[in-house]
């Protein structure tokens, strides 16, 4: 310190600058916006009333003042008493969304004991293989009336939990049409981002159909599909592209389930995931844009004749991405604007990352000062009082305008290419998420984009930060995923074999020869059918490797229960 | 003089790629020959395509927290192919302090936590291969 005192001052009131004349998306902008900027909106037309078409200042008339948004988060650590014991806590404290995840090889559509499961076993959550992880999990947790959220990477998944809530409440005498809640589901974000092994995309496309006529018969207070922005925009998409591929998707599901006989009107209102980036208006701005965007495609594209068919609800994860490992109590700024981004815009449901997220899976105080910042933004800061509180600025207007112009033109290109499938198959919504992540990550070591405390404004870590680093949660032992398979080998021998047997029959049959898979999988799990076992089964029914990654060869018992029909 | 060989590579059912990809076009923009593994790729795998490609580093990218694990098995397994001393691992991702003593001790060049200076990372590898490129 004596020493520093010694240096010479050198104060320049015009030091650290913007350095920036465009948002994170690369839209430019002028210093000011004036009423000619948007003298083309009408106001029934380009806005209307929250709760009006086309919903650009949101889907309800009253907005928070009648009812505020999702309180949500992923809750899954390594084990499921931990995790059933934080969210307990964490519904005392006001979440009021249950966000369910499982660690990544069940992700990846295998079991705990296969070979490529050991290192990531028990990371990013539990080890949810079967029904009674999640007995274990959701003990004493009521079922109905309370929103699940599956935040899954692949579909398999989506639709392996959606069905183990199924049987779970029918084991209990409960009823399933109260089921309430959403599974992404998402073919595209499934192989684009995650490059997911477990299933092909023509498996995905048509199970993921399967799946959602199912939950309308049967759940209908479940959305079966979330198409997701979230993850394309972390790997590399800009805010309009982000939204871009949610609209794809979003357009391509509804004219499959046409062809299946299911109209717009009857799936109802469409929801989707989306990213709470740092650029603070461009994020609200690309929130209303996407409304606005799905309620014209409804009515006037698909042919939505209700209101409820041209809404779409958007739900939110704020930007893990964002996040830095250095001077991690500076994400505490990133997320309480992310958080209040969302809040301004309008959004259904809020997950907001972890100030220590960079540094490890969030923990318990981390996730409570999530909680608290909506709190304050809404207790103290006063902010959800009044629907749509910027409508009407000049800028985010414009900016709306903007961003609904640059996704039309990304849409009309998908559409060019022959739609969002073959876009997908072709790699070019790989280049295109490479291509803009690059850019970023060069303005990044140019200095053309201004990263606090990673690479400008860089400063010490004092004891704070340092605590915060130190507090991340720890990765399970090597001893815990070996129990992890003695229990998985020990619930695989108490089963009914026969019984299980007999819906390894019927989930390989109706797979092949065509019918909707559903209830031979809800009816499988409830009789202890594994991730992996789902997974494969559904393979051999399309003829290709039972181990997603060419690794085993198909179990015995699998051949045994399957015999009659593999040659 | 013959340029840095470095092998990219994501062990395991992580899918968090973005380091890895970004380290990859970090490394080419530094001149270096890059090769990148891919995802969902097993530690044999990756201690054999490194032999394979003659590299002089395995740059293992995890976001899980278990580099330990990962790690260990790397180094053993070039130790069993009497690799150890031609090639090299660093590593990039989630790394507590307690880990970075492990890896440390187990022979790992390098540990850089999540939003480590990638330009850090290559001035390390040029660094340490500055006398040994004939």
């Known amino acids: 310190m004596a020493e520093s005192r010694k240096e010479e001052i050198n104060l320049d009131r015009d030091a650290d600058g913007l350095v920036r004349d465009a948002t994170q998306s690369h839209i430019k902008v002028k210093t000011i916006y004036r009423p000619e900027d948007i003298a083309e909106d009408q106001y029934e037309e380009a806005l209307g009333d929250p709760g009006s078409f086309p919903f650009t200042r949101g889907l309800y008339k009253e907005m928070y003042r009648n009812r505020l948004w999702l309180k949500s988060f992923i809750v899954s650590y390594a084990t499921p008493e931990e995790t059933n014991e934080a969210f307990r806590d964490y519904i005392k404290n006001g979440m009021n969304d249950l966000r369910l995840l499982s660690d990544l090889p069940i992700q990846s559509g ?15 959550g539990m080890s949810t293989y079967a029904i009674n992880v999640y007995e274990k999990m959701l003990e004493g947790i009521p079922l109905e009336g309370v929103t699940f ?8 998944c989506s639709i392996f939990f959606h069905g183990m809530i199924v049987a779970m409440m029918e084991k209990r005498g409960l009823d399933v049409s109260k089921l309430k809640g959403n599974g992404i589901a998402d073919p595209i974000r499934a192989k684009l981002v995650y490059a997911s092994p477990d299933w092909t995309t023509e498996i995905n496309r048509r199970v993921c159909l399967d799946h959602i006529e199912y939950a309308m018969k049967h759940t ?28 794809a998707v979003a357009r391509q599901t509804i004219r499959d389930l046409k062809e299946r006989g299911i109209s717009i009107d009857d799936f109802g209102s469409m929801i989707c995931s989306l990213d709470a980036e740092s650029d603070f208006f461009e994020t609200i701005a690309k929130f209303r844009a996407i409304r606005r965007m799905w309620a014209h495609i409804a009515k006037d594209e698909l042919g939505a004749a209700t209101e409820k068919a041209m809404m779409l609800k958007i739900g939110i994860r704020t930007s893990g991405l964002s996040l830095q490992w250095q001077k991690p109590l500076n994400n505490a700024a990133r997320v309480t604007l992310q958080i209040l981004s969302c809040v301004l815009g309008g959004v259904g449901s809020i997950d907001a990352s972890s100030i220590d997220e960079a540094v490890g899976l969030p923990s318990y105080e981390a996730r409570m000062f999530n909680l608290d910042t909506q709190h304050i933004i809404t207790h103290e800061a006063n902010v959800p009082l009044v629907a749509d509180p910027l409508g009407g600025s000049y800028y985010l207007e414009w900016m709306t305008d903007k961003i609904e112009k640059e996704c039309q033109a990304f849409l009309d290109e998908i559409e060019e290419r022959g739609g969002v499938y073959e876009c997908l198959e072709t790699g070019w919504l790989n280049a295109v998420m490479e291509e803009n992540r690059l850019k970023i990550q060069r303005e990044k070591a140019e200095g053309k984009r201004l990263i606090i405390g990673v690479n400008s404004f860089k400063g010490e870590s004092g004891p704070i930060n340092k605590e915060i680093e130190n507090c991340a949660y720890k990765v399970p032992t090597e001893q815990m995923r070996t129990d992890k398979i003695q229990e998985l080998n020990e619930f695989k021998a108490a089963r009914n074999t026969e019984k299980l047997y007999d819906c390894f029959r019927r989930l390989y049959l109706d797979t092949k020869e065509g019918r909707n898979v559903s209830r031979a999988m809800i009816d499988g799990i409830a009789e ?4 992996g076992e789902m997974v494969g089964i559904v393979r051999l029914g399309y003829h290709i490797s039972y181990d997603p990654l060419n690794m085993l060869p198909t179990p015995d018992y699998v051949k045994e229960a399957l015999k009659e029909y593999l040659s | 003089m013959r340029k840095i060989r470095i092998l990219v590579a994501k062990v395991g059912c992580d899918i968090h790629e973005r380091g890895a990809l970004t380290m990859m076009t970090v490394y080419r923009d530094a001149g270096m020959e890059t090769i990148y593994t891919g995802r969902f790729q097993s530690e044999e795998g990756v201690v054999n395509a490194a032999i394979n490609e003659n590299v002089d580093f395995i740059s293992v990218s995890d976001l899980t927290g278990s580099l330990v694990i990962i790690c260990k098995k790397l180094m053993d397994g070039l130790k069993e192919q009497g690799a150890e001393n031609d090639i090299h691992v660093i590593c990039g991702g989630i790394i507590t302090d307690s880990d970075r003593e492990q890896l440390e001790a187990m022979g790992v060049l390098g540990a850089f936590g999540t939003g480590y200076p990638a330009e850090k990372t290559v001035e390390f590898i040029q ?3 500055k006398d040994k490129l004939d």
Do not use: F, R
């Open chain 1, 149 to 156: 959220e599956l935040a899954h990477q692949n579909v398999s």
């Open chain 2, 127 to 129: 660094d340490y291969m």
């Open chain 1, 528 to 531: 202890g059918m594994t991730m």
């Open chain 1, 220 to 247: 209908p207070k479940w959305k079966a599909i979330a198409p997701n922005g979230v993850d394309p925009c972390q790997g590399g998409m800009n805010a309009y592209q982000e939204i871009g591929m949610v609209l």
């Open chain 1, 110 to 124: 295998i079991d705990p004991d296969h070979p490529a499961s050991w290192n990531s076993m028990m990371c990013g």
